[in-house]
């Protein structure tokens, strides 16, 4: 099973908004509504803010929010601030394999 | 608070063994799916194994299968991965999650395996 495809890095000033793609196949994201992103900052563990294509837990603001289309799932951050600045992972259950992670997207907060 | 605590990493020798642990606590651990993901230095989340709530049924990554096994003992409300045969591309962080069926909702600290002479 291949990692899905996301950008390596995306940038953006406080305040502005930006998107991040995960881009899978027929067998992963265009077949399950399980798709989740992660945010992970250095030396921490991974954080869930999205899951099911789009719903936030309850302690997650909602400048994150979610989306998918086909194969492409997307997250994007609205008002972005200093501490936005991670590694954003999406994932997605893929069947027999059965989860699978993208490589990850730097988010640098300019 | 649910709390997921990994602990048994190491350096290790190609071709050695280790075994590591994960606690878990503040949920009701038999009733979970868990897994183990690793994440190697610089590099992206990989998804290593899983195993279902009363351990009857697993399931590894192509890259781990045959050389690494899951278990689990509820009693004690602990995951394990024994690790056989380690490769120098096993070096990683893992890490053990739970997962609700629909997501990976809770991660542990990760523990650092090194495979080195």
């Known amino acids: 099973q291949s990692a899905l495809t996301q950008p390596a890095s995306v940038s953006g000033s406080p305040g502005q908004s930006i998107t991040i793609s995960c881009t899978g196949t027929?067998?992963?994201?265009?077949?399950?509504?399980?798709v989740s992103w992660y945010q992970q900052h250095p030396g921490k563990a991974p954080k869930l803010i999205v899951y099911d294509v789009s719903k936030r837990p309850s302690a997650i603001s909602n400048r994150f929010s979610g989306s998918k289309s086909g194969n492409t799932a997307s997250l994007t951050i609205s008002g972005l601030q200093a501490e936005d600045e991670a590694d954003y992972y999406c994932?997605?259950?893929?069947?027999?394999?059965?989860?699978?992670f993208g490589g990850g997207t730097k988010l640098t907060v300019l | 608070e649910v709390q997921l605590v990994e602990s048994g990493g190491g350096l290790v020798q190609p071709g050695g063994s280790l075994r590591l642990s994960c606690a878990a606590s503040?949920?009701?651990?038999?009733?979970?799916?868990m897994h183990w993901v690793r994440q190697a230095p610089g590099k992206g989340l990989v998804w290593v194994s899983r195993i279902n709530s009363d351990g009857s049924s697993t399931s590894y990554a192509d890259s781990v299968k045959g050389r690494f096994t899951i278990s689990r003992d509820n009693a004690k409300n602990t995951l394990y991965l024994q690790m056989n045969s380690l490769r120098a591309e096993d070096t990683a962080v893992y890490y053990c999650?739970?997962?609700?069926?629909?997501?990976?909702?809770?991660w542990g600290q990760g523990t650092l395996v090194t495979v080195s002479s």
């Open positions: 994932c997605s259950y893929a069947g027999s394999s059965p989860w699978v």
């Open positions: 503040g949920f009701t651990f038999s009733n979970y799916w």
């Open positions: 999650a739970s997962n609700n069926g629909r997501t990976f909702d809770y």
């Open positions: 027929s067998s992963d994201v265009g077949s399950y509504n399980l």
